[in-house]
Structure formats: structure tokens, C-alpha cells
T-cell receptor, first 110, second 113 residues
Framework: QQQVKQSPQSLIVQKGGISIINCAYE??????FPWYQQFPGKGPALLIA?????SEKKEGRFTISFNKSAKQFSLHIMDSQPGDSATYFC?????????FGAGTTVTVRA | KAGVTQTPRYLIKTRGQQVTLSCSPI?????VSWYQQTPGQGLQFLFE???????NKGNFPGRFSGRQFSNSRSEMNVSTLELGDSALYLC????????????FGPGTRLTVL
């Protein structure tokens, strides 16, 4: 049973466009929400993370929006580049454990 | 600093055999977590170790076990392999465990025939 639900499963965006990935959770005990980026043949790498007492966090072209009341959070990739083509995972943490969403494969067309 | 290393990178086993995978964390990191990644189930948490103690465990059968040594290196063992155990097994290290940033290794690709 997936504790974190992620959508869409895949998306295609033109270079320079905006990619938006959404996640939802049920367990209010989660206390940390990271996003990971994974390229083929590599392990996931932390992209950006947020704690539930913050509504938005921006790092470069990547922004997390967090809605605690709705138990939802999303990743926005601005000015998408071909090098952003990868699989993105949202996750939620509690008790030394990360629960991952199913992943979103993002393809950026040049 | 060297990253997380996992050995071996690839393994082929047959049903019923057992396998041991190894993970060397980043120097100074005391927490090691293990995950199974498959196309159907995604990334599933196996267990987390900190200073040789298992602090949390995922919903996997008892055939999956692990341990951590005093130098923080970790091993996971899968006994009586099944076809469904074919997966990429990822190890991640962090200073003190989630929510500290986890750094993933490249994984061990296990194929069970």
C-alpha cells in the first residue's frame, strides 16, 4: 500500500516549459518531504526538501509547494531543460524511514 | 569524499539460493538504509541501521535480513531467493538517518533465474 501517491506517471514538456508533479499523503506524522531525481543506471539523488511548517521552498529552477491542510505537496520545475529528463520521486519521512511515491518520468523535448 | 559504494554491482542467482549484498557508507555517516526498487512496486524501504542497531523495518518477509558493523558498513542478506526478488537493491547513507539527507549508492542489480 503506497503511503505517498504521486501523479502523473509520466509527462512530456517542451524546453523552457514548466513541469509539475503532485504528491499526496495520509499520515500526518510525516515530518519531512524530500524530492529525489534519478537518472538511468544511477541511484536517486536529493533535489530539494521541505518541512511541514513551510509552505514553499525554492532552489534555483525547482520549487516545492506544500499544503499541510490538504496533505499535498508538489514539485515545479521552471524553464525545463533537456538535462532535466529523469525520473522524479516524492517521499515522506518518519521514524527513520522514507516512503516513496511511484515516480514520474519527465521528458523534456528540445 | 568518496560516495556510497555497493558491491557487487550485478548478480545472477537461481531460485532457492541465498545472496549477500554489501554497502560502504560515506565516511562519517552512521546510518545506512536499504531499499528495493522494481518497475512494479517502485522504491520500497527494507530497513535502517544506526550504530549497529536496526531502528525500522519495512514490510518484507523474514527472508530479508541485514546487519551493520562497527565501521558502519552494512550487509543485507536474502535467503531462499524467489523470482520476485529480482530488483535493484539500493543502499543509502546519512549522518544520523532520515530526515538527514540520504545519499544513495548506484545499487546492486539482482537477477533471480
Amino acid at each position: 500500500q503506497q503511503q505517498v501517491k504521486q501523479s502523473p506517471q509520466s509527462l512530456i514538456v517542451q524546453k523552457g516549459g514548466i513541469s509539475i508533479i503532485n504528491c499526496a499523503y495520509e499520515n500526518t506524522a510525516f515530518d519531512y518531504f524530500p524530492w529525489y531525481q534519478q537518472f538511468p543506471g544511477k541511484g536517486p539523488a536529493l533535489l530539494i526538501a521541505i518541512r511541514p511548517d513551510v509552505s514553499e521552498k525554492k532552489e534555483g529552477r525547482f520549487t516545492i509547494s506544500f499544503n499541510k491542510s490538504a496533505k499535498q505537496f508538489s514539485l515545479h520545475i521552471m524553464d525545463s531543460q533537456p538535462g532535466d529528463s529523469a525520473t522524479y520521486f516524492c517521499a515522506a519521512s518518519r521514524d527513520y524511514k522514507l516512503s516513496f511515491g511511484a515516480g514520474t518520468t519527465v521528458t523534456v523535448r528540445a | 569524499k568518496a560516495g556510497v559504494t555497493q558491491t557487487p554491482r550485478y548478480l545472477i542467482k537461481t531460485r532457492g539460493q541465498q545472496v549477500t549484498l554489501s554497502c560502504s557508507p560515506i565516511s562519517g555517516h552512521r546510518s545506512v538504509s536499504w531499499y528495493q526498487q522494481t518497475p512494479g512496486q517502485g522504491l520500497q524501504f527494507l530497513f535502517e541501521y544506526f550504530s549497529e542497531t536496526q531502528r525500522n523495518k519495512g514490510n518484507f518477509p523474514g527472508r530479508f535480513s541485514g546487519r551493520q558493523f562497527s565501521n558502519s558498513r552494512s550487509e543485507m542478506n536474502v535467503s531462499t531467493l524467489e523470482l520476485g526478488d529480482s530488483a535493484l537493491y539500493l543502499c543509502a547513507s546519512s549522518l544520523n538517518g532520515p530526515p538527514d539527507t540520504q545519499y544513495f549508492g548506484p545499487g546492486t542489480r539482482l537477477t533471480v533465474l
